[in-house]
């Protein structure tokens, strides 16, 4: 039996869409100098950066101070929603944790506010795997840091 799950996090944003979208899609090794404790590089390995079907690679550091990995796909691109969709393919959290996982990063305006909108997928492989809460805060804190990176400039 699959055990499929959704998680969805929405944190508002002062810099607009479009630009963390066009951050993490076309400028994503940028993050890195960002927010250096949390994602040391984010490496291209195929295809064109941010194209559907390009292969990335991040380094970062998630829990415990121990550095992981995260090969992803792009796997859609959505400019009206400034939307991107990755899966992973490879790394600890499809390796070792999840039977699969994919993150997708949107925008919404709603009530004359802006947000940023993080959504995970994934399949844990029985009950005792929790859902990615933690992964979840991780991601939020990454999104305030790129927002308050972008409207300080």
Excluded at 4 to 18: A, D, F, R, V
Excluded at 51 to 68: A, L, R
Excluded at 93 to 118: L, M, P
């Amino acid at each position: 039996m699959a055990l499929i799950g959704t998680l969805i996090g929405k944190i508002e944003i002062s810099s607009g869409g479009k630009v963390l979208h066009d951050l993490l899609r076309h400028s994503a090794n940028d993050i890195s100098s960002i927010c250096p404790s949390k994602v040391h590089a984010c490496n291209l390995l195929s295809g064109r950066r941010g194209d559907v079907g390009s292969t990335i690679v991040w380094h970062f550091t998630h829990e415990d101070g121990k550095e992981q990995t995260a090969t992803e796909i792009i796997e859609e691109i959505d400019e009206t929603n400034h939307k991107i969709v990755f899966k992973v393919i490879e790394g600890e959290i499809v390796e070792k944790i999840y039977k699969a996982f994919k993150i997708t990063f949107h925008c919404e305006q709603k009530d004359g506010k802006q947000w940023g909108i993080w959504t995970m997928e994934f399949e844990r492989p029985d009950t005792s795997v929790p859902y990615p809460t933690s992964f979840m805060d991780y991601l939020w804190g990454i999104l305030k840091d790129m927002d308050d990176h972008a409207s300080s400039k």
